[in-house]
């Protein structure tokens, strides 16, 4: 996340070069947001982090060499990892869960309006996760998970205690920190104590997979 005296920094990775160069502009010409630097392959994105230093990197999904969803969990998996926002033309389901899997904070097509998109970068920045309204009622309405799915996440949840239990549920619903603190009676800083000690604890990456795993469990 961003220090309280500089904008966020932004890395921009897309093997369509006016795509790159359009979201560079758009971005750059918001305050508090600055375009650090942009990559067009999947291969180059670590190089692109260790030289720029991102605090969210805005990822294709469909490039020649490597993916989106490989560059995706190579970036979420190293040491003070950047959040990653998945920006594509392509939303099938075999698309949407792996990128979520493997650590995306947010899912938007590229048709999503400049602002909705520069809200995203912040709200991912933040630690909230973003979706495009129609995946979200799409994982919402996934009845059927895979075979042991649903055993697997209870058991990974029978970990937590009660008041972690109730964070995750919230959390699931797609509410933010202040929501569950409103909701649930806390601080905004006990919250985010919570979600920290339930990554911890069930070796998770941000809050997408914890909401991913709880609709495994049938949770929300």
Same mark, same amino acid.
């Given at each position: 996340?961003?220090? $309280?005296?500089?904008?966020? =920094?932004?890395?921009?990775?897309?093997?369509?070069?006016?795509?790159?160069?359009?979201?560079?502009?758009?971005?750059?010409?918001?305050?508090? *947001?600055?375009?650090?630097?942009?990559?067009?392959? @999947?291969?180059?994105?670590?190089?692109?982090? !260790?030289?720029?230093?991102?605090?969210?990197?805005?990822?294709?999904?469909?490039?020649?060499? $490597? !993916? @989106? *969803?490989?560059?995706?969990?190579?970036?979420?998996?190293?040491? =003070?990892?950047?959040? $990653? *926002?998945?920006?594509?033309?392509?939303?099938?389901?075999?698309?949407?869960?792996?990128?979520?899997?493997?650590?995306?904070?947010?899912?938007?097509?590229?048709?999503?309006?400049?602002?909705?998109?520069?809200?995203?970068?912040?709200?991912?920045? #933040?630690? !909230?996760?973003?979706?495009?309204?129609?995946?979200?009622?799409?994982?919402?309405?996934?009845?059927?998970?895979?075979?042991?799915?649903? %055993?697997?996440?209870?058991?990974?949840?029978?970990?937590?205690?009660?008041? %972690?239990?109730?964070?995750?549920?919230?959390?699931?619903?797609?509410? @933010?920190?202040?929501?569950?603190? %409103?909701?649930?009676?806390?601080? &905004?800083?006990? &919250?985010?104590?919570?979600?920290?000690?339930?990554?911890?604890?069930?070796?998770?990456?941000?809050?997408?997979? *914890? #909401?991913?795993?709880?609709?495994?469990?049938?949770?929300?």
């Amino acid at each position: 996340m961003a220090g $309280v005296n500089r904008p966020l =920094r932004v890395l921009v990775v897309d093997d369509d070069a006016l795509v790159r160069a359009g979201l560079s502009m758009m971005l750059d010409g918001i305050h508090g *947001i600055r375009v650090v630097g942009e990559a067009a392959d @999947g291969d180059e994105v670590p190089a692109a982090v !260790d030289a720029h230093a991102p605090d969210v990197v805005l990822m294709d999904l469909r490039m020649p060499r $490597v !993916d @989106g *969803i490989t560059a995706t969990g190579r970036v979420r998996r190293r040491p =003070r990892a950047p959040e $990653v *926002i998945v920006l594509t033309t392509f939303d099938a389901d075999e698309d949407i869960l792996p990128a979520l899997r493997a650590g995306a904070g947010g899912f938007l097509l590229k048709d999503t309006p400049p602002a909705r998109i520069v809200q995203a970068v912040r709200q991912v920045a #933040a630690g !909230d996760p973003v979706l495009s309204p129609g995946i979200t009622r799409r994982l919402m309405d996934r009845a059927v998970v895979r075979a042991g799915a649903y %055993e697997r996440a209870r058991g990974a949840l029978s970990a937590l205690s009660p008041r %972690e239990g109730e964070v995750v549920a919230a959390v699931a619903r797609g509410c @933010g920190n202040a929501e569950i603190a %409103e909701e649930l009676s806390m601080t &905004v800083a006990t &919250v985010k104590a919570h979600v920290s000690r339930v990554l911890d604890k069930l070796g998770l990456d941000n809050r997408t997979q *914890i #909401a991913l795993l709880a609709h495994d469990a049938g949770l929300a």
